[in-house]
């Protein structure tokens, strides 16, 4: 079963733009994490946020954690066209878990 | 290093045929996992393992045997081909429990 659920499915910005998703969760996790799939390729891991942290940033990327609602999104800022991709969250129930659950993930399409 | 190696990239299969999907890594990590890709429905766990030797069901595992022989090879055998089983197929590793995965680039299976 799904564990996070991206919104929006879709998402198209102008470049320079920021773009933001959000990822919302069912049960409680141990962390969260972000994932970039470009077409035709696997995934790629960009961010992990553990559950007793409130928000990470990465270069571009800021992820937020709001585990009251379950929730978290991902920041973009400055986008460029090289960001076009899916983004999918990920998470691990309970400590020493090894199954990631994926949610079905956010298409960026980045106009130049 | 390669990272996690999957062959082949694609294949077409006829109902009713076996194959085995081939997954390598060199980065020594322990755990080892198969997830599946269809439209719409993100990423879903297939089977994955926690060391030689172990492996354990993930949440589709129905029509698939996997088996870990060494640290380094973790392959997912089709028994009995069936067109539900068409999809984009990806193998990933990690160093343990709750950690990031490395992807590999996914092998795209169709079967008729």
């Known amino acids: 079963s799904q564990q996070g659920e991206e919104d929006p499915q879709a998402l198209s910005i102008q470049e320079g733009e920021n773009a933001t998703m959000n990822c919302s969760y069912k049960t409680s996790i141990n962390n969260l994490q972000w994932y970039r799939q470009n077409s035709g390729r696997g995934l790629v891991h960009l961010i992990l946020i553990r559950s007793n942290e409130r928000e990470k940033h990465s270069g571009r990327l800021r992820v937020t954690l709001d585990t009251s609602k379950k929730s978290s999104s991902l920041l973009i800022t400055a986008s460029r066209a090289a960001d076009t991709a899916s983004y999918f969250c990920a998470s691990y129930s309970g400590a020493g878990s090894y199954q990631l659950t994926f949610g079905k993930g956010t298409k960026l399409s980045v106009i130049p | 290093n390669a990272g996690v190696t999957q062959t082949p990239k694609f294949q077409v299969l006829k109902t009713g045929q076996s194959m085995t999907l081939q997954c390598a890594q060199d980065?020594?990590?322990?755990?080892m996992s198969w997830y599946r890709q269809d439209p719409g429905m993100g990423l879903r766990l297939i089977h994955y393992?926690?060391?030689?030797?172990?492996?354990d069901q993930g949440e589709v595992p129905n029509g698939y045997n996997v088996s870990r022989s060494t640290t380094e090879d973790f392959p997912l055998r089709l028994l009995s081909a069936a067109p539900s089983q068409t999809s984009v197929y990806f193998c990933?590793?990690?160093?343990?429990?709750?950690?990031?995965?490395?992807f590999g680039n996914g092998t795209r299976l169709t079967v008729t």
């Open positions: 990933a590793s990690s160093r343990g429990p709750n950690s990031p995965l490395h």
């Open positions: 393992s926690v060391g030689a030797g172990i492996t």
């Open positions: 980065m020594n990590h322990e755990y």
